[in-house]
């Protein structure tokens, strides 16, 4: 089996050959670290079952395929991403209300995450 090509590092000036394309010098350190809590991380397994990926995430994009927020500002932009409303926070019953589900696009996705996350980091 042949092997990747020795490349030199990505870091500028440095000339060490390397397969991963950095030197283990210049290796980036994690550079996006889990923001979530470890609870968070404990609930967020319930987005890899089956009745997440085969059954209620599908059957809302069927169901709204524009995004939501976009919608609201006279927008049609295809949804890729099923949000809750509400945060369900591991509450199953919250999680598979199919009421509490929302199609948006990656954007408002990434923007309504992201404030949420930050109005969570204030509470504490």
Known sequence: MASK???????????????????PEHAPKNSRPDMRSDQAKQWHKLYNTKLWTDILRPEQLLREPFCRECAKLGYRVRATDVDHVQPHRGDLELFLDPGNLESLCHSCHSAKTWAEMQKNKRRK
């Open 5 to 23: 090509p020795l490349r030199p590092c990505r870091h500028p000036g440095c000339f060490r050959l390397s397969t991963a394309g950095w030197c």
